[in-house]
């Protein structure tokens, strides 16, 4: 089993920054395939960056070039640094891990209870 708890989420203007982390804890290691996702009220569930187990990180092409994400396997801490955030950015965001190290989208089965963050024209 792996635990999955968010954090650094909240409200900003447009433009401002912020950054999210994912700690894990239980049955760490760097094999997972890790994951960022987003969901706006009424709206799908959407992913926003995959890092596999080499941190090779695939970004949605909404975010390329405004978001970061990058995984600590020291401290089992995963991260997602949001510059320049939009209107549009508002949405609960969520960390998941698939266990297989796949990165395949069904195979997210750990999942935290994700963090808000709200954006403010």
């Known amino acids: 089993q792996l635990q999955l708890v968010e954090s650094g989420g909240g409200s900003v203007q447009a433009g401002g920054s912020l950054t999210l982390s994912c700690a894990a804890s239980?049955?760490?290691?760097?094999?997972?395939?890790m994951g960022w996702f987003r969901q706006a009220p009424g709206k799908e569930r959407e992913e926003v960056a995959v890092i596999d187990s080499g941190s090779s990180t695939t970004y949605a092409d909404f975010v390329k070039g405004r978001f970061t994400s990058r995984k600590d396997d020291d401290d089992n801490i995963l991260y997602l640094k949001m510059n320049s955030l939009e209107v549009d950015d508002t949405a609960m965001y969520s960390c998941a891990a698939d266990p297989t190290g796949l990165c395949v989208r069904s195979r997210f089965v750990y999942w935290g209870q994700g963090t808000q963050v709200t954006v403010s024209p």
């Open positions: 239980g049955n760490t290691h760097s094999g997972y395939c």
